[in-house]
């Protein structure tokens, strides 16, 4: 991490793939080295758990029935995440920016891999709100893409009410979350060739050298 700046990272990843651990991890460790640390939690998540009408059992059944209401979701929330990340740049500086990171759980263009049958819409909205694909990928100083558990330790794969995705169906979002970020300027990729500790301590070592 360079110092007398404000580092921005996002950590990203397909289902399963640790993301949730991490942000508790990451974060504490950081503050270990004496950073600041301005978490921005994943918005998807908090968005989707809470707007069903009672004939949908989940997103997947959300966006076969109702495409354009999904689509329209899918705005809203890149919308929250672009506002969220301007509080959390604003409480960087609040902090003392000499030796604080934002730490992003998911960012931007992850929606890119949830609307793979349109993802014209979703660079149609991006310029429709005054954003540059500058804006929403290449500003950012890393992206850490951590691999589903799916794709080498699918032995630790569990789906959950949220996490609907099957071992084949992980391993397909997980690729279109790869590609969604294809072309960030600081783009890594840590797969599940060690140990769930070891895969952790992998992620650190990235951000510290980000």
Not at 32 to 52: H, P, Q, T
Not at 137 to 144: H, I, N
Not at 180 to 198: K, M
Request: aromatic fraction near 10%; hydrophobic fraction near 40%; charge should be negative.
């Amino acid at each position: 991490l360079m110092e007398k700046h404000v580092q921005e990272i996002v950590i990203t990843g397909g289902p399963c793939s640790g993301k949730s651990e991490a942000m508790k991890i990451i974060p504490n460790r950081l503050r270990g080295l004496g950073y600041n640390v301005v978490i921005l939690k994943e918005v998807a998540e908090e968005i989707f758990s809470s707007i069903f009408p009672i004939d949908v059992k989940d997103i997947r059944d959300f966006a076969q029935k109702y495409p354009d209401k999904y689509l329209a979701i899918e705005e809203q929330m890149f919308l929250e995440i672009m506002a969220k990340l301007k509080t959390r740049r604003n409480l960087a500086k609040i902090c003392g920016d000499e030796r604080t990171v934002i730490l992003l759980d998911r960012g931007p263009m992850d929606a890119l891999a949830y609307m793979p049958q349109a993802g014209q819409r979703f660079f149609e909205f991006v310029k429709r709100n005054s954003f540059s694909l500058y804006d929403i990928r290449d500003s950012f100083d890393g992206v850490v893409h951590l691999v589903t558990a799916a794709d080498g330790a699918e032995e630790f794969y569990k789906p959950t009410e949220i996490r609907i995705e099957t071992p084949v169906q992980a391993r397909a979002v997980d690729k279109r979350t790869q590609w969604a970020w294809v072309g960030a300027p600081h783009l890594l990729i840590i797969d599940n060739s060690t140990g769930f500790d070891e895969k952790m301590d992998r992620l650190f070592e990235a951000i510290l050298h980000m």
